[in-house]
C-alpha cells in the first residue's frame, strides 16, 4: 500500500499562481510499492500530473488550434496496475479534448469518467475471482471553470456478503474533500491512522502549529520514510511532493539536508536531470525538513 496526503499551506508567499486566498494544495506521497509482505521497489511514482489540452474544432474542416492547457494532481494508494492504467487511459483522453465553442473540462467530469474506467478494471479483475483489494485515487487541483480548489477521492472493492448464497461484487464511492480552511488534510493508504497519529501529536505543540504547520505534514512523511520511522513495513522508499496554488499542479523535487541526496524525485534519490538536447532541465524543489 501506501500513504499520501493533502494539505493546505498559507505559508507559500512567493508564486506566480498565488491566488487572492493565499492558499497551495500540497501532496506528499512515498514510493514503495510491495506484493504481499515483499517489496516490489521503493522507486514508483505515485504523485503524478495529469494534463489537459483542449481544441477548437473548426466547422469548416481546417487543423484545431489548442485554446486550453492545465494540470492537475493525480495519486493512488492500492492496486498499482489498475491506478496506472486508469492514469493512462485519463491522460490519452485528457490530451484530446475538442469542443466548437471554447468551454473548460471540469475537474468533477474528469472525476465521474476516472470512477468508470476504476470500476471497469475491478469488474475485470472480478471475473477471474481475482481481489485487488480496496483502491483509492485522488484528482485533485485547481478548477479554472469554478475557480476553486477541489479534491475527489475515488474508491473500489470488492464487497461479499455472508451467507451460502452470497454473491460477490464491486463497490465504489466518490468523495469530494472541500479544503476551505488552511488546516484541513486529507489521508489514504494503509499508513493513515500512523500518520493522522503523528500529525495530531506534533500540531499540539504551539510552535509547530503556529510556525510549521505548512511544512509538518511532509516533515512526518519524511521521517515515516526513515528506515525506523514507519510503523508500516509497506511505507517506504523516498519522499515525493507537489502543490498547486490557483494555476496548475507541479510536482516538485525534494531538497534533502542530506548531502549524499541532494534531490530526490518521484522516487528516485540523488537524482541529476541535466538536459535534453540543448534543453535544460529545471524542477522546482521543495524543502520539507525543519532541522
Not at 492537475?72 to 491522460?91: D, E, K, P, Q, T
Request: glycine share 8%; net charge negative.
Amino acid at each position: 500500500m501506501t500513504v499520501v496526503c493533502l494539505w493546505m499551506r498559507d505559508d507559500l508567499t512567493d508564486g506566480e499562481d498565488r491566488g487572492a486566498d493565499g492558499l497551495h494544495l500540497c501532496v506528499a506521497s512515498d514510493s514503495r510499492i510491495t506484493s504481499g509482505e515483499k517489496v516490489s521497489t521503493d522507486q514508483a511514482p505515485k504523485i503524478l500530473p495529469l494534463h489537459v489540452v483542449c481544441w477548437h474544432r473548426r466547422p469548416d474542416g481546417t487543423p484545431p488550434t489548442s485554446y486550453f492547457f492545465h494540470t492537475f494532481g493525480y495519486a493512488f494508494a492500492g492496486h498499482v496496475n489498475i491506478c496506472y492504467a486508469v492514469y493512462s487511459r485519463l491522460s490519452a483522453m485528457l490530451y484530446q479534448l475538442h469542443a466548437t465553442t471554447q468551454a473548460l473540462p471540469s475537474l468533477d467530469g474528469i472525476a465521474e469518467i476516472a470512477l468508470k474506467f476504476m470500476k471497469a478494471y475491478f469488474e475485470d479483475y472480478l471475473k477471474v475471482d481475482n481481489d485487488p483489494g480496496q483502491t483509492s485515487i485522488i484528482l485533485f487541483g485547481y478548477d479554472r471553470g469554478t475557480e476553486r480548489k477541489h479534491v475527489f477521492e475515488l474508491q473500489c472493492w470488492f464487497d461479499q456478503p455472508y451467507g451460502p448464497a452470497s454473491v460477490k461484487t464491486v463497490k465504489s464511492k466518490r468523495i469530494e474533500h472541500l479544503f476551505d480552511v488552511p488546516k484541513k488534510i486529507v489521508v489514504i493508504g494503509s499508513g493513515k491512522d500512523s500518520f493522522l497519529n503523528k500529525l495530531k501529536s506534533a500540531t499540539n505543540d504551539s510552535n509547530n502549529e503556529n510556525d510549521y504547520y505548512g511544512i509538518v505534514p511532509s516533515h512526518i512523511m519524511d521521517n515515516e520514510l526513515n528506515p525506523f520511522g514507519s510503523d508500516d513495513p509497506a511505507v517506504g522508499g523516498e519522499l515525493q511532493v507537489g502543490y498547486c496554488g490557483n494555476g496548475p499542479f507541479r510536482v516538485c523535487s525534494v531538497a534533502s539536508s542530506d548531502p549524499k541526496k541532494a534531490f530526490a524525485y518521484l522516487g528516485l534519490s540523488n537524482i541529476t536531470h541535466g538536459r535534453i538536447n540543448a534543453l535544460q532541465v529545471a524542477m522546482e524543489a521543495m524543502v520539507v525538513r525543519l532541522y
